[in-house]
């Protein structure tokens, strides 16, 4: 089997599980309790809060609180911030390419009668940083910009962005979920405001993710409660999972620079080899994008026909376009968004790679997707 899927799920690394495996076992008590072993939970819930303020450069380990998952975050982060901030506007922004979760929680705020401005890109799907300028006004509580596409891999240029939003505007959330792990991030020097990161991203457990909070900014609550997480995220923290998080950061923060240089090399052969097919076309940026993200087209074939053929007579698994709006048989909005018609953009494949791939995975994968593009064109009425 040649897993290329690492952007929608990561298998839990088997240092992250010995860390954390006793917070199941015997070291399971709840950190709002005050005898030993809920206290030995609250050491490893702030140590887990140190690891994962590290990775990103945030000035205190108490801008960072746990969420259950990035949705939960991005959602405190876009309709907690724009709820309590609306003295300072009702103008939100994000980009026609950003995440599911971040868009549809600012359709949500539309409902609640904010206005909502959506970014152009380019055919790259890099931010109109011209329109940002143009769009951002004082009015503009809140704008949220994806620091990676997940999708097609292009790298955002989030320091200009941040510089054009705190020029003209409010405050700047980045979903990084997609990034974080994989590239460095440092939030004072880039001048985020809000970032959100996931666990399972970082080759840790699904269960937990975090919200980087700046000092200053104020939230409303979206899941009130007992008050964990500074009255921002109610309910008992899951301390295995967060643990767990904790340390997948520290690993990623220690073994990110090589661990990016190795898949950059991976990636770029990759890219090489599977763009000598017939119809072949990159999606996203050439050079700025992931070092472990390859995105293509095909013409005159399904992406959902590659992805089908590729797993069950090839043991390959892959994507076509973001997991989380893989259920519709809607063209992907952010394929749409850099300037594909509808039938390029159901000719998507994309391929992540992650710790377990190496160069040897190159000529199966190549020869596979060879064999799959050439038996499909066959029979295609395309």
Avoid: W
Avoid at 93 to 108: G, L, R, W
């Amino acid at each position: 089997m040649v897993y290329l899927d690492h952007a929608s799920s990561r298998p839990v690394d088997p240092r992250v599980l010995a860390f954390a495996g006793r917070y199941l076992r015997e070291d399971f008590g709840n950190p709002s309790t005050l005898y030993s072993r809920g206290l030995t939970a609250r050491t490893a819930l702030e140590e887990a809060r140190v690891k994962v303020a590290r990775l990103i450069g945030a000035e205190t380990p108490s801008c960072i609180v746990f969420t259950a998952t990035a949705t939960e975050a991005n959602n405190l982060a876009l309709v907690g911030g724009a709820l309590r901030n609306r003295k300072m506007g009702t103008h939100v922004v994000t980009s026609a390419i950003d995440h599911i979760s971040v868009i549809n929680p600012m359709k949500q705020l539309q409902k609640q009668g904010f206005e909502l401005s959506i970014v152009p890109v380019n055919s790259y799907g890099i931010i109109d940083l011209d329109a940002l300028g143009r769009i951002v006004r004082a009015d503009t509580v809140l704008s949220s910009i994806n620091y990676a596409n997940d999708e097609i891999g292009t790298i955002e240029p989030i320091h200009e962005i941040s510089e054009i939003v705190h020029e003209n505007g409010n405050y700047l959330h980045v979903n990084a979920t997609a990034a974080a792990g994989t590239i460095p991030i440092d939030v004072q020097a880039e001048g985020i405001d809000l970032l959100t990161l996931s666990s399972n991203e970082l080759y840790g457990p699904r269960g937990a993710a975090a919200l980087y909070i700046k000092k200053g900014v104020r939230l409303q609550p979206v899941l009130p409660g007992g008050g964990q997480e500074r009255g921002l995220r109610s309910g008992t923290e899951n301390i295995f999972a967060v643990a767990a998080f904790g340390e997948a950061a520290h690993l990623a923060a220690e073994e990110m620079h090589h661990e990016s240089r190795r898949l950059t090399t991976v990636r770029d052969a990759l890219i090489g080899e599977i763009l000598a097919i017939e119809d072949a076309y990159l999606t996203g940026h050439p050079a700025q994008r992931l070092p472990n993200h390859a995105s293509f087209r095909f013409g005159r074939i399904e992406g959902e026909s590659i992805l089908l053929n590729l797993d069950t007579v090839h043991d390959i698994q892959v994507a076509t376009g973001s997991a989380c709006t893989s259920q519709t048989l809607e063209p992907s909005h952010v394929l749409l968004a850099i300037g594909l018609k509808h039938e390029e953009a159901h000719g998507s494949v994309v391929m992540t790679l992650g710790r377990s791939n190496t160069d040897a995975d190159i000529p199966v994968v190549v020869d596979a997707m060879e064999k799959t593009v050439q038996r499909l064109r066959a029979i295609t009425a395309l």
